[in-house]
């Protein structure tokens, strides 16, 4: 019996299994943030990220360059040692949440805690169920202007739901479009909820705005709100910093032990430079091959129901704009993101200039300031990205990736960005998201209108005047022929 217990214990010590299945609370957990000041910090930092740490950390902003932002979350059990560590190394912090978990409870509204809102809110952070259901509302008030799609189902079968808006009720592969995506990564609420808010505005407009309405009929959006929603549930009631998707738990060993973790970062997933060792370009990175790490890209490229299914429907679909929201940082960001000074070859012709036209009206409604450039230069580089796939595989000639509010941790919460802060997000998003609009109406809708409106009836000649006289005068002569018989 003792040899039994003995061999039970043995083996659950030599199994960790990544318990993702009860709620996790932040309580006492600390955000620090460092600016690398020299290449020995950031070589310091980048062996916490990069390879086993003896610290519990959770890197929201990972390092990338000398001079960039790290943020980064401690367990309370390892905050007083790494801290003592971070201080017999010289390196400067600051602790920029002291609690995580209330961080967390002050993301919601007083009035959401004290008195839960039934129903969908487009000022307030919604549950899957409930932006579906405000998604089938909008069809059946609207079903003209809003068609919805399934396009596939997620590991825990749940659906993945595109709403079309404008361009009639059928799907047309030639026509051109705007694609619009959020919440591929579970924790950034704040883009499920700028994506709906995007969503009302096209609806409302439609209906008051002459110039919108003309460009949604023939320049349809595509809307997925929700790229990640077995994620994002599992972040709303289990585990509010949760990012990946939900894949099932894959195990490997780790010195003497077994770990299993679970899900795949869908934005290291996309078929380009995606597991980058393939490709000859060493110095691009940004993905990982453990399946533990936030950045695990997964067994191979689109290996993931979320990610096949959003490339199914582009290629069937292709649209002329590509753009998909996240948080944080304010950045608008081009491709490519796999490799710095890599970029495409309309970049500075094409997607920079509309880029920082948007991101002006965008400032122009709050005041927010965005970065305009690559992820690889403004951040770190990152292979296998959706935005970059995009441009680089499917040939799209807008495309984009907009890291949303707030810009850091020391001015806001990061990815747990108040409720209050949905309203003004939405508006100067909205904004920014028009400019593109606008330009995709004029490039690929007008001339095609401008075509059509200038085909003048052809002028009769007078040859074929003459055609038609005498095939007249024939049946004239006929029909007396036929009255005097």
């Known amino acids: 019996m ?8 043995v083996l659950s010590a030599a199994v960790a299994i990544q ?34 740490s003896p610290y519990t950390l959770d890197f929201w902003q990972p390092p990338s360059h000398v001079g960039g932002v790290v943020d980064m979350t401690v367990a309370p059990s390892d905050a007083s040692s790494l801290i003592r560590d971070l201080s017999a190394r010289g390196i400067h912090y600051i602790v920029a949440i002291h609690d995580l978990q209330k961080a967390i409870e002050s993301e919601r509204s007083l009035a959401s805690w004290a008195h839960p809102p039934k129903g969908f809110g487009y000022e307030r952070y919604n549950s899957l169920d409930e932006i579906y259901n405000e998604l089938k509302r909008l069809k059946r008030e609207r079903p003209s202007l809003i068609t919805l799609i399934d396009i596939g189902q997620t590991h825990e079968n749940r659906t993945m739901l595109v709403v079309k808006i404008g361009g009639g009720q059928s799907l047309d592969e030639d026509a051109p479009s705007i694609w619009l995506d959020a919440g591929i990564h579970a924790r950034e609420w704040i883009a499920p909820a700028t994506a709906m808010f995007i969503l009302r505005e096209l609806v409302e407009g439609y ?3 002459p110039k919108l309405q003309a460009m949604l009929d023939h320049v ?39 770990v299993c973790c679970r899900g795949v970062d869908l934005n290291r997933n996309f078929d380009w430079y ?30 993931e129901p979320e990610s096949a299914a959003v490339r199914d429907f582009l290629e069937a679909y292709p649209p002329k704009a590509f753009i998909s929201l996240h948080s944080y940082s304010q950045m608008w960001l081009i491709p490519f993101g796999h490799r710095r000074r890599s970029y495409p070859n309309d970049y500075s012709s094409a997607l920079r200039p509309l880029a920082i036209k948007a991101t002006k009206a965008l400032e122009a409604v709050h005041g927010t300031k965005y970065q305009v450039g690559t992820g690889a230069d403004l951040m770190y580089e990152a292979s296998g990205g959706s935005h970059d796939w995009a441009k680089g595989a499917l040939k799209v000639p807008f495309s984009y990736l907009i890291e949303l509010r707030p810009r850091n941790t020391l001015f806001g919460n990061g990815f747990l960005l108040p409720e209050r802060e949905i309203v003004p997000v939405g508006n100067e998003t909205w904004a920014a998201i028009r400019v593109v609009a606008d330009e995709v109406f004029s490039q690929f809708a007008q001339p095609f209108l401008r075509g059509k409106a200038d085909k003048k009836p052809e002028p009769i000649s007078l040859s074929k005047m003459g055609e038609f006289h005498m095939l007249f005068i024939s049946f004239v002569f006929l029909f007396l022929q036929y009255v005097v018989d």
Request: net charge negative; aromatic share 12%; glycine share 2%.
């Open 2 to 9: 003792r040899l039994a217990l003995y061999l039970l214990t």
């Open 19 to 52: 318990s993702t299945d009860k709620q996790h609370s932040y309580r006492n957990f600390k955000l620090i943030r460092i600016n690398p000041e020299n290449d020995a910090t950031l070589a310091y930092l980048k062996s916490l990220y990069e390879e086993e």
């Open 207 to 209: 209906e008051t705005d």
């Open 220 to 258: 349809p959006f595509y809307i997925l709100p929700v790229m990640n929603p077995d994620g994002y549930e599992h972040s709303r009631t289990m585990d509010r910093m949760w990012r990946k998707n939900r894949r099932p738990a894959e195990c490997h060993n780790k010195e003497w032990h077994t």
């Open 274 to 303: 995606w597991a980058v060792q393939q490709h000859p370009y060493p110095s691009a990175s940004g993905s990982s091959s453990d399946s533990c790490h936030d950045t695990y890209h997964g067994p191979a490229a689109f290996s």
